[in-house]
């Protein structure tokens, strides 16, 4: 009698740990799942980072004469100021010989002549002119600074007086 | 999981920053700028313009552009403030049917959460374009002075822009955040926000895990752009002064003066004088005129004194009003674009007795720390994979007694690192790798971890073995040091578990040290490297005298051999410079054998010579790469 109990009881003992390390197993599994997924995760976010990081640094390699450019520009700007107080070819040529180093770098002319459909993205309109023709409203009237973009981004927009109709 | 938004989002302009990799970072928007103008605008044609493009036509089009909306959201058209503002906003406003108020557009009425939605929902999508995947969880931040009412317009703004709203948080103390203030404990913090057309003040208490707003002060209408306005007029009524003309009636003149006082402005932050120069600012009938002048900072200082004084009154008030004494405020934030003017931050120690906060982006520093907000929120989970760095370089002793970092201070570990070595003498057959942890750049200066030899290198030329040196560190900060010799295939290596056992005041100690001989230790090193280098051109010089023998003219060799003396005893010289000239002469001499040696050989065709010329130099900047191991014993 004694004999049998003992077997049932070991028996029973044995199932408890199998129970208890079924458990265990169960919880190293969860563990092991989110070790792997945490890990996967870290490993993608790095590539990521790299990638981006890649992007970033052709974007910045790109743009990082901007601020030299952007200031370039008022100088540029003195330039049109004296060509229109008939500065002669002399100044001409300068201002050629600058716009050809400003186009090496990337730097383009906005088109914001008369005529042009006034367009936020590439232009600041500082002043109106009334207009009775319908037609120019909404038209660029005249040009009153020359904007620029640096490749596909505007480096600073141009500044210009657009057309208003007044009945 | 999908990243959390912080939004700043301001009366003149708002900014956005995400968590990427543990840090809050600023995302730029679609057109490039690190913040974007809180403006919408719809243009005659019913397009909707938001953010820069809205500013960009403002002037033309002011009763369809809307700003400063901010001031309204939330509020009851009754409100003092609403009315103050109706007569300074170019667009129209009337009271709603709940008693808030509406915004007129091209005859429509909107609501100011439907406008905010709009600058909310640009931000919205600026991001997701620049990270390439949905955000749709957003901390969004209010001054600390918002009623439940602006509190929940704002929210609501969020929500009609597409974002769960994850929280609503004090500007304040989003800066406290960016600042990592939260982490300090029973601290009172003023944070001092001069913006673009607003100035607030508020006093923050940080208890256990909470950051209270003990009070705030402002003005509603003061900021950088009245202080932009002083300088705009002074320059304008100077030039009046001395030519009589006046440029303010003049649109362009007048745009390009603003643009020249905005830098102006800039320039005298960090330096005492700027020139003003805008030449053919106008024309009159006596021709054309130009503006030229000078603004010092004492000026600019006095020109706009008295908004400054208000400024640091109110701080004082609001300490006041938190029922703290000055002594009591342990840190003071600057918060907004003005504050980089060094008479604000000098107000500000003079007031406080102690230096502000300025080291993080006084634009950004709302928006990186409502980002590090979401951080905190979204971290919960992460935590048990905290990663540690090491505190200190570790490296080996190479040629001169120099310490060659592999692994650089605070890089995160588990890591490994390798670099190549070689021997420093001819048929040197064993090196040692001395293994040391510092930031000196002489070896005698650091702490030794360990040190092992590597023998049954082949004999061979200097510099031709390849010794790699591989470092390891594992998540445990346990230093495993390998080094392998590329042609045997043989290896020593060495384990070092003690790596990590020194205490904090030791590495802060070792870091100091190394701060405080930084200039001496450079020098030395710079002494050796020079030595080294000289050493190498020594080596080089001799062989080739041997190598030319007959072919090249005795009174050529014996320049070159006399040279090579010199050089030798330059290097044992302390003077860089000498060590350098007699470096420069023997080069010039030894390259009289290599045109010898050039002219005996069969006429090879024009561009070979220039070629080998690259050759010859490309090989010794390999050279220089592979540093030569020192082993005292079989060196030399």
């Known amino acids: ?66 601020n030299v450019l952007y200031d370039c520009l008022s100088v540029l700007d003195s330039i049109d100021m004296a060509l229109k107080h ?19 770098n990337g730097v383009s002319e906005i088109n914001s002549e008369k005529g042009v459909k006034f367009n936020p993205d590439e232009h600041e309109s500082i002043a109106e002119e009334n207009t009775e023709n319908e037609n120019l409203d909404g038209l660029i009237v005249e040009e009153l600074q020359k904007g620029y973009k640096l490749f596909n981004r505007v480096l600073r927009p141009s500044k210009i007086k657009v057309g208003t109709y007044k009945k | 999981m999908s990243k959390i938004l912080g939004i700043d989002l301001g009366t003149t302009n708002s900014a956005m920053a995400i968590v990427e990799g543990g840090m809050p970072k600023i995302l730029e928007s679609s057109e490039g700028g690190r913040t974007t103008p809180s403006m919408v605008a719809f243009s005659k044609s019913g397009e909707r313009l938001i953010g820069v493009l809205a500013k960009r036509q403002a002037v033309t089009n002011p009763r369809n552009t809307i700003f400063s ?37 091209n005859e429509k009425w909107y609501r100011p959460e439907e406008i905010s939605a709009m600058i909310l929902g640009k931000l919205k999508a600026d991001t997701e374009a620049r990270l390439g995947e949905k955000v749709e969880e957003a901390i969004i931040t209010v001054p600390a002075y918002f009623d439940d009412s602006q509190r929940q317009a704002t929210k609501a703004a969020g929500e009609i822009a597409g974002f769960k709203v994850k929280r609503i948080l004090n500007e304040p103390t989003a800066a406290a955040l960016a600042y990592g203030l939260n982490k300090k404990k029973n601290e009172q913090i003023v944070v001092y926000d001069f913006g673009g057309g607003t100035f607030d003040v508020s006093v923050l208490e940080i208890g256990d895990d909470t950051i209270e707003v003990r009070s ?15 300088i705009i007029n002074y320059i304008a009524s100077e030039f009046k002064k001395e030519s009589g003309i006046d440029v303010t009636k003049d649109v362009l003149a007048l745009q390009r003066l603003k643009e020249a006082a905005e830098k102006a402005k800039h320039e005298l932050s960090s330096s005492l004088e700027t020139e003003i120069n805008i030449p053919f600012i ?18 600019l200082e006095d020109l706009v004194r008295d908004f400054l004084d208000k400024s640091f009154e109110i701080t004082k008030r609001a300490v006041d ?5 000055i002594s009591d405020i342990d840190e003071v934030i600057l918060v907004g674009g003005q504050t980089r003017m060094p008479a604000i931050v000098e107000g500000i120690k003079k007031v406080f007795g102690k230096d502000p906060n300025l080291s993080i982006n006084p634009d950004e520093v709302v928006a990186l720390g409502a980002a590090a907000q979401g951080g905190i929120l979204q971290g919960d989970v992460k935590d048990i994979l905290l990663l540690d760095v090491t505190p200190l370089s570790l490296g080996i002793e190479t040629l001169g007694g120099v310490m060659t970092k592999i692994i650089e201070k605070n890089t995160t570990v588990p890591v490994s690192r390798s670099q190549i070595f070689s021997t420093a003498g001819d048929n040197q057959t064993s090196v040692e790798v001395h293994v040391l942890q510092g930031e000196r750049e002489m070896a005698q200066d650091n702490k030794t971890l360990g040190k092992f030899f590597l023998d049954g290198i082949p004999p061979a030329p200097r510099g031709m073995p390849q010794v790699e040196v591989a470092f390891d560190i594992d998540a445990n900060g346990i230093l495993s040091v390998k080094a392998v010799e590329k042609k045997t295939n043989k290896e020593q290596s060495i384990r070092i578990e003690a790596s990590s ?33 000289a050493d190498a051109l020594v080596y080089t010089a001799e062989k ?17 051999k006399a040279k090579i003396e010199n050089l030798k005893k330059a290097k044992d010289s302390d003077k860089i410079a000498d060590i350098e000239t007699a470096q420069k002469e023997l080069s010039q001499a030894l390259s009289k054998i290599g045109e010898a040696l050039y002219k005996q050989q069969p006429a090879p065709t024009e561009s070979s010579e220039p070629q080998a010329e690259t050759k010859e130099s490309k090989k010794d900047e390999t050279k220089d790469n592979i540093k030569d191991t020192e082993h005292k014993d079989i060196n030399e």
């Not at chain 2, 009003?321 to 004494?325: L, R």
């Open chain 2, 69 to 105: 909306v901010k001031r309204l959201i939330g509020r009851k058209f009754s409100d003092v403030e609403v009315q103050k503002d109706k007569a300074l906003l170019p667009y129209e406003i009337k009271e709603s049917t709940n008693g808030g108020v509406d915004v007129k557009i």
């Open chain 2, 544 to 560: 080739s005298v041997a190598d030319a023998g007959d072919k090249v003219e005795q009174s050529i060799k014996d320049d070159v």
């Open chain 1, 86 to 104: 008939g500065g002669g070819q002399g100044i001409k040529e300068i201002k050629n010989q600058f716009l050809e180093i400003l186009r090496k």
């Open chain 2, 216 to 230: 705030t002060d402002g003005d509603t209408h003061l900021g950088g752009d009245d202080i932009d306005q002083r």
């Open chain 2, 501 to 533: 056992t020194l205490s904090k005041e030791d590495i802060e100690k070792m870091k100091k040290d190394a701060e405080l001989h930084a200039e001496e230790d450079r020098k030395k090193r710079e002494l050796i490297d020079a030595r080294n280098h």
């Open chain 1, 1 to 66: 009698m004694d004999e049998e109990v003992e077997i049932i009881n070991e028996d029973e003992g044995f199932k408890e740990k199998f129970k208890k390390i079924k458990e265990e197993l169960k919880i190293y599994q969860k563990e092991k799942e989110e070790y792997l997924a945490g890990w996967q995760r870290a490993k993608a976010d790095f590539i990521n980072y790299k990638k981006d990081e890649e992007k970033q640094r052709e974007e910045f390699a790109k743009f990082v004469a901007k």
């Open chain 2, 321 to 325: 009003a938190a029922k703290f004494k």
């Open chain 2, 282 to 299: 106008t024309s009159t009938e006596a021709g054309p005129a130009h503006l030229q002048m000078k603004l010092s900072r004492a000026k």
